[in-house]
């Protein structure tokens, strides 16, 4: 590893003028710390490299400005390719680097699935310098000769961990091949290669062994997130999670982020009910065309819509700046997409705010993720109705101040009012202005207090029994129940440790104890087992025994007299079925009862 060099800025690593004028456009001043190691390697011609770190900490512009600076503007050939894992990431690294570029006039084209093969196809041959591109499009245009790589200079490999699990492994093989001579049979690429991965995963491992030779490591990620993002939860139930986000967007005016689904139906679903609900959300799934991705990126960018409901395909190398808050419906299945998604937020040493709904279900699995990711997060609250009430009556409050006298409601109230002193119903002059204030929004606005509080969150101020800190010798939770507090009585140990399982065993629970009094009855031992018959030497199993051990030749035969008492068995004999019917047995001397067939009741 790389130690990490202490560079307080970018001129320190002796960057081109045109390249510095477009950083310092672009707001870069203090290097993050991929850069303050990265930087350094790439720039002095690093061959092979390999940087890990997590998402959000600059991973484009560390491998992004060593490709502006080393590429020459005056040749029209691709002399670089980034190759990302999805189109959105695509987008992005290809906005960036056109960005670092502009003054320097490199031009950037960027390929990807969903988009006109035309436009792309016009935008290679006028000339790119740089290439950012999807695997499987790449692919696509290298087999209808359509580009050649056999000039480049570097390949980045962005996200490769993203790329090994979408399933491109064969297709960046394919890509990494092409850029050798049409008679090499080599696997690795001819020109130096890059790698950035958010993890050091087993399949990252094998590809970097077979692809990258000798390369130059760094290391700055861990597996949390930033520390710039606070982490709350919530315990509610599924019915309840779409109401407790309309609560949550309620009170948090300045909400300005992502909410995270499992399925693209919840984030259909999830998208329509918060418009209707006065709060303009909009979808990115899998099934929305490039255009429509394209289209609802730009209204976000632009905030003119503050809400985007979004499957994992957004997770993934979405950055868009100033994020307050990502919210997860439902937590996803591993630590690793966590932290990806609630990376979305708190970049760039920003603050920011990650919430996430768990169902009963999915306890066990937050447990895991806390332990995976070492974060801390905190129960949070839910907004009750009141609080919810009270915000919409503020805001209601601001808009009737703001009202015009010839608004249509202050119209119908002033009639309202003016029927009913006619009427003589109502003394207005006895009404404080809060009172009027009341019955208009009582009148005209009657939604504000529909309203009813329920129990949305079902732990209520409680932590959860899962989430409690563990008692690290006897792996218990150090916070449940206590030998002597109650629950159980008569040793009243509520669970306890399972000595004879080891690992197996987890929790047993005890039930020798339970209310029957006294000391518990003595478990049979299962440490000394010296009456065995040994093993055989030939299959190594014990003989089965045939008959208990013990002496029964000592044991008293039965008197003539007890036999005697014994009832003499009968030819045949009569029994009553339940339902009063006598029935026979079949064979004599035989007293079985054959009854007729047991009816099970609902």
């Not at 339970?514 to 003989?543: I, L, V």
């Not at 035969?557 to 008492?565: D, G, L």
Request: glycine share 8%; proline share 5%.
């Amino acid at each position: 590893m790389t130690p990490l060099t202490t560079v307080d800025n970018f001129e320190s690593f002796g960057l081109s003028a045109p390249l510095l004028a477009a950083m310092q456009d672009m707001g870069f001043s203090t290097p993050t710390p991929i850069q303050r190691q990265a930087l350094p390697l790439l720039l002095a011609g690093a061959q092979d490299f390999i940087g890990l770190a997590s998402t959000g900490t600059g991973k484009t512009a560390a491998f992004g400005i060593p490709l502006i600076e080393g590429i020459d503007a005056t040749i029209k050939d691709t002399q670089a390719l980034v190759m990302s894992p999805t189109r959105e990431l695509a987008m992005q690294v290809s906005e960036q680097l056109t960005l670092l570029g502009k003054k320097k006039g490199v031009r950037v084209v960027t390929i990807y699935g969903g988009s006109s093969y035309r436009t792309q196809i016009d935008g290679i041959k006028r000339g790119a310098h740089i290439i950012v591109a999807t695997p499987g499009r790449l692919v696509d245009f290298l087999d209808q000769k359509i580009i050649k790589l056999q000039k480049m200079k570097t390949v980045v490999l962005d996200e490769a961990d993203e790329m090994l699990s979408m399933g491109f492994k064969e297709d960046m093989e394919t890509i990494l091949k092409a850029t050798q001579p049409d008679d090499s049979q080599s696997q690795r690429a001819s020109c130096r290669t890059w790698l950035f991965s958010a993890t050091m995963s087993p399949e990252v491992r094998r590809l970097s062994a077979t692809y990258l030779e000798n390369p130059e490591t760094v290391q700055v990620n861990k597996v949390g997130a930033a520390d710039t993002i606070e982490q709350v939860y919530y315990t509610v139930k599924n019915v309840y999670k779409t109401e407790v986000i309309g609560r949550l967007l309620q009170t948090l005016p300045e909400f300005y982020g992502i909410i995270f689904c499992q399925t693209k139906m919840e984030v259909a679903e999830l998208a329509d009910i918060l418009t209707q609900r006065g709060f303009p959300a909009d979808s990115l799934h899998g099934d929305k065309s490039q255009q429509e991705r394209e289209a609802t990126l730009k209204k976000f960018k632009s905030k003119n819509v503050k809400v985007i409901v979004a499957t994992d395909v957004a997770a993934r190398g979405l950055d868009i700046k100033d994020l307050t808050h990502v919210i997860n419906h439902s937590l996803p299945w591993d630590a690793e997409s966590y932290v990806h998604r609630i990376g979305r937020t708190g970049r760039n040493g920003q603050k920011g705010t990650a919430i996430t709904l768990v169902s009963p279900e999915q306890l066990t699995l937050l447990r895991r993720v806390m332990n995976t990711t070492k974060a801390v997060l905190t129960k949070g609250v839910v907004p009750s109705a009141d609080e919810v009430a009270g915000l919409k009556i503020k805001d209601v409050l601001e808009r009737v101040g703001n009202m015009k006298a010839e608004t249509p409601e202050l119209l119908l109230a002033s009639d309202l009012i003016v029927d009913l002193i006619h009427a003589g119903d109502i003394d207005f002059k006895d009404l404080s202005k809060e009172e009027l204030l009341a019955r208009f929004i009582v009148t005209y606005l009657p939604k504000v207090f529909v309203q009813k509080d329920v129990m949305l969150d079902y732990m209520g101020d409680r932590v959860p029994r899962e989430l409690l800190p563990r008692d690290p010798n006897d792996n218990r939770f150090s916070g449940g129940r206590s030998s002597g507090g109650g629950g159980r009585s008569g040793g009243g140990g509520g669970y306890r440790r399972n000595d004879r399982g080891g690992d197996r065993g987890g929790y047993q629970r005890n039930d020798r104890n339970d209310d029957r009094g006294g000391d518990s009855a003595p478990r049979r031992s299962f440490a000394n087992r010296d009456d065995r018959a040994p093993r055989s030497e030939t299959t190594g199993y014990r003989p089965q025994r045939t008959a208990p051990s013990g002496d029964y030749s000592e044991r008293p035969a039965r008197s003539a007299a007890a036999s005697s008492e014994r009832p003499a068995r009968t030819e045949r004999s009569e029994r009553t079925t339940p339902s009063g019917e006598a029935r026979r047995t079949d064979h004599p001397g035989i007293k079985r009862f054959r009854g007729p067939k047991r009816q099970y009741r609902d």
